[in-house]
């Protein structure tokens, strides 16, 4: 096991910070297992229990441990990477080796406000499909969708059971709507008292939001306003230098 170096300029939390990120992501520290105590990991490294709580503490933050009152503190299961691509959650759950689920919150054909109608380029008054669903992977709850679709697009739409389907495959086998373009909002936010029990979430957890617009052959199919556990969540996308002017 690797030590702590008191003559390395990088200071002693983080570098006992790295060794157990190294003892989790070889496994031998697997999800779900309990760390060592901070008494233990103090009297290990030769650190201050003050050391010990600050690099424990950060990774705590990042979602590599969680904390359970009374029991200490344990390896959390890793985040998911959110897809910054135009894909359905059933696809993307799958695609990682995943069983996605659903369960309808509410169903129902309502009229356009103002603002819906803009966003999804119809008259205020048209009517609309709203779909919302609790989405859960291998059987855990990990966000909220609420789907805006006009029902001039799909009309029958209220008719199908989308329990463990794809609305967006059954938009394309039934409708002929293939999303082919989107736009999307990334906001953080505390989840209501409403969304963090159905997430499994304490009152006021964070989450993030997700604005998606969906298009289909230039025509917007879809507004999605979406509710993800960020304990669950991380964002990643690659990073390009701008290009130099000569």
Same mark, same amino acid.
């Given at each position: 096991?690797?030590?702590?170096?008191?003559?390395?300029?990088?200071?002693?939390?983080?570098q006992?910070?790295?060794?157990?990120?190294?003892?989790? $992501?070889?496994?031998?520290?697997?999800?779900g297992?309990?760390?060592?105590?901070?008494?233990?990991?103090?009297?290990?490294?030769?650190?201050?229990?003050? +050391?010990?709580?600050q !690099?424990?503490?950060?990774?705590?933050? $990042?979602?590599?441990?969680? @904390?359970?009152?009374?029991?200490?503190?344990?390896?959390?299961?890793?985040?998911?990477?959110?897809?910054?691509?135009? +894909?359905?959650?059933?696809?993307?759950?799958?695609?990682?080796?995943?069983?996605?689920?659903?369960?309808?919150?509410?169903?129902?054909?309502?009229?356009a406000?103002? =603002?819906?109608?803009?966003?999804?380029?119809?008259?205020?008054g048209?009517?609309? =499909?709203?779909?919302? @669903?609790?989405?859960?992977?291998?059987?855990?709850?990990?966000?909220?969708?609420?789907? =805006?679709?006009?029902? !001039?697009?799909?009309?029958?739409?209220?008719?199908?059971?989308?329990?463990?389907?794809?609305?967006?495959?059954?938009? $394309?086998?039934?409708?002929?709507?293939?999303?082919?373009?989107?736009?999307?909002?990334?906001?953080?936010g505390?989840?209501?008292?409403?969304?963090?029990?159905?997430?499994?979430?304490?009152?006021?957890?964070?989450?993030?939001?997700l604005?998606?617009?969906?298009?289909?052959?230039?025509?917007?199919?879809?507004?999605?306003?979406?509710?993800?556990?960020?304990?669950?969540?991380?964002?990643?996308?690659?990073?390009? !230098?701008? !290009?130099?002017?000569?």
């Amino acid at each position: 096991m690797a030590q702590i170096d008191p003559a390395s300029p990088v200071p002693k939390y983080f570098q006992l910070r790295e060794i157990l990120l190294d003892l989790i $992501e070889n496994n031998e520290l697997p999800i779900g297992a309990a760390i060592p105590s901070e008494r233990d990991l103090s009297q290990r490294f030769d650190l201050s229990r003050m +050391t010990v709580r600050q !690099a424990v503490d950060h990774l705590v933050s $990042e979602g590599r441990l969680h @904390r359970v009152p009374g029991k200490g503190t344990f390896v959390a299961r890793p985040k998911i990477e959110l897809a910054l691509q135009l +894909t359905s959650f059933t696809d993307d759950m799958r695609a990682r080796g995943m069983e996605p689920g659903s369960r309808d919150l509410d169903r129902r054909v309502v009229r356009a406000s103002a =603002h819906l109608a803009r966003q999804l380029g119809i008259q205020p008054g048209d009517a609309v =499909h709203f779909i919302e @669903r609790l989405r859960t992977a291998d059987g855990e709850p990990l966000s909220i969708e609420r789907a =805006h679709i006009p029902v !001039a697009l799909a009309p029958d739409l209220d008719a199908y059971d989308l329990t463990g389907r794809s609305l967006y495959a059954l938009l $394309e086998s039934r409708y002929g709507l293939v999303m082919d373009a989107g736009e999307l909002t990334i906001d953080g936010g505390l989840a209501d008292p409403s969304d963090a029990d159905l997430l499994k979430l304490p009152r006021g957890g964070a989450v993030l939001l997700l604005q998606r617009r969906s298009f289909a052959g230039g025509v917007c199919a879809e507004l999605g306003v979406s509710t993800y556990r960020a304990d669950r969540y991380q964002l990643r996308t690659l990073l390009g !230098a701008p !290009a130099r002017r000569l």
